[in-house]
């Protein structure tokens, strides 16, 4: 007779999407949407119309390379809190011209919309928060100025990007807060990229609707738990 | 950036510092403890899958294999909307490679929306993706 200590050693199976409440849904699909179309186009000047006047953006990545293309294209902005020395808001883009220019230096991309995950984390009146996971390309010189190698090797980057966007007076939404994060795709993301795959639109995860009104007190009023 | 969000971001980035060494550590060899670290009404987005509440989502955490993380790379940053007005709140992204129980070493990503309440910091939100979960092929 044995004991019974057997440990699970299987992960749960990944889901494309969460939404923490359903109404967040076109908001979140519509933003995504129309923030990479711009970020992917030849020019990114646009985006200023997507970020907040104190808009606050960072960029970190990976510090050691799994495999594929070294990052020395974004190591120069890359903040990193675990290897950082003194002034801690080095390497923050603090305002909507400074985060735009910064992003317009990054290499030209091309984003795999199928490889995206999209967690909504907080969906409240005044503050929505989600995460974007996937890939992308960077474009080669030949794509981007027209002359450079035509056979140059396609670089594939994984990315996460974090927003905390807020509704504005004419009822679009700006973005508040903004992590970018990359690093270089896994074996499983490389061969998955651009390649089709069976749809799984964003969808509520009907478990758990009572999520919406729960978190938004947290925010705004954390105080009230104390008095009880 | 004017000296008062200096004081802001060094402040976060100093707590974040902190929370995921806290984290972390407890996640891997204490995850019997780890529930306190979240707000009551907290939330877990685990590779898609929503769990709420600091009971549910500490139960979720204890079931899984048993967890080796290597943080390699923090940020973080304040929110200072009005939003937020007069509550701290932070923006932690986190990111490292994790063993898990017999399974293969992989790149992680994690993002929290951390709160204070009273003198101490709560999860309000924990969102984590291992950076492949969705092109791992479906083997059934």
């Excluded at chain 2, 306190?36 to 139960?59: F, P």
């Amino acid at each position: 007779i044995g004991f019974d200590v057997a440990e699970q050693t299987t992960l749960p199976p990944a889901k494309a999407s969460f939404l923490c409440d359903a109404a967040g849904a076109d908001v979140v699909r519509q933003f995504i949407e129309q923030y990479f179309i711009i970020y992917d186009s030849a020019n990114r000047q646009p985006l200023l119309d997507a970020y907040h006047e104190q808009a606050m953006l960072s960029l970190s990545v990976a510090s050691n390379s799994y495999q594929g293309a070294r990052l020395n294209n974004y190591f120069d902005w890359s903040r990193n809190i675990l290897r950082m020395a003194g002034d801690k808001s080095r390497h923050i883009r603090y305002g909507r011209l400074p985060v735009v220019s910064f992003l317009s230096e990054l290499p030209k991309t091309q984003h795999d919309p199928q490889s995206f995950s999209v967690d909504l984390t907080l969906f409240t009146p005044k503050l929505i928060n989600f995460v974007v996971t996937g890939v992308f390309r960077e474009l080669s010189k030949k794509e981007q100025y027209g002359n450079g190698n035509p056979d140059s090797p396609k670089i594939m980057r994984s990315f996460q990007r974090v927003f905390m966007i807020v509704p504005m007076a004419n009822g679009g939404f700006c973005i508040r807060n903004e992590m970018l994060f990359i690093s270089n795709p896994t074996q499983a993301q490389s061969k998955m990229a651009f390649k089709p795959r069976p749809a799984e639109p964003i969808q509520p995860a009907p478990a758990v609707p009572q999520v919406a009104p729960a978190v938004p007190n947290v925010v705004t009023s954390p105080v009230v738990d104390e008095s009880t | 950036m004017d000296d008062a969000m200096r004081l802001k971001v060094e402040q976060c980035s100093r707590t974040a510092e902190d929370f995921t060494k806290l984290y972390y550590s407890s996640v891997d060899k204490r995850r019997h403890q780890l529930g306190k670290l979240y707000l009551d009404n907290g939330l877990l987005v685990w590779n898609g899958c929503g769990v709420t509440n600091r009971d549910a989502i500490q139960k979720y955490i204890l079931d899984l294999p048993a967890s080796e993380h290597n943080l390699q790379v923090l940020d973080a940053q304040p929110v200072v909307d009005d939003a937020v007005s007069g509550q701290l709140t932070f923006l932690i992204s986190a990111a490292g490679t994790v063993k898990f129980q017999d399974n293969p070493m992989r790149p992680f990503q994690q993002n929290f929306i951390i709160t204070a309440q009273g003198d101490k910091w709560k999860i309000a939100s924990d969102c984590y993706r291992l950076q492949d979960s969705l092109s791992t092929v479906k083997s059934d």
